[in-house]
């Protein structure tokens, strides 16, 4: 089951738990959280696993923390390195792309990617 673009973090987990409830016989809490967990997007998993969780709850806050750290800009999404990665080996196709270039090798080595997101 994947997070439709339309819902937060919150409602995904909520949708995806009522889902997971039904499952015959039922999973324990520990069993869900670990489901849960591997479905998720690398951005999201990555922050998620680093915790330790003992309520699916507690999953439902950090991701919530999550997602409001890359809508932020405080958390550095995989896509947005590729991009960004992408963007530094091509160019941008206009005329200015060097100077984009520098730019964006200037962002990148000024900024450390840590266990809890971009430091400055």
């Given at each position: 089951?994947?997070?439709?673009?339309t819902?937060?973090?919150?409602?995904?987990?909520i949708?995806?738990?009522?889902?997971?409830?039904?499952?015959?016989?039922?999973?324990?809490?520990?069993?869900?959280?670990?489901?849960?967990?591997?479905?998720?997007?690398?951005?999201?998993?990555?922050?998620?696993?680093?915790?330790?969780?003992?309520?699916?709850?507690t999953?439902?806050?950090?991701?919530?923390?999550?997602?409001?750290?890359?809508?932020?800009?405080?958390?550095?999404?995989q896509?947005?390195?590729?991009?960004?990665?992408h963007?530094?080996?091509?160019?941008?196709?206009?005329?200015?792309?060097?100077?984009?270039?520098?730019?964006?090798?200037?962002?990148?080595?000024?900024?450390?990617?840590?266990?809890?997101?971009?430091?400055?």
């Open positions: 089951m994947r997070k439709k673009t819902e937060n973090f919150c409602e995904y987990a949708r995806w738990r009522e889902q997971a409830a039904r499952v015959k016989p039922p999973m324990k809490e520990f069993e869900m959280i670990d489901v849960f967990l591997q479905g998720q997007e690398p951005g999201y998993f990555h922050y998620l696993l680093s915790i330790v969780v003992k309520t699916f709850a999953v439902i806050k950090i991701g919530e923390m999550v997602e409001n750290g890359i809508k932020s800009g405080k958390i550095v999404t896509a947005a390195l590729k991009a960004t990665t963007v530094i080996k091509n160019g941008s196709g206009n005329l200015g792309g060097q100077k984009m270039k520098e730019d964006v090798a200037n962002v990148m080595s000024d900024t450390q990617i840590g266990p809890r997101g971009p430091i400055y």
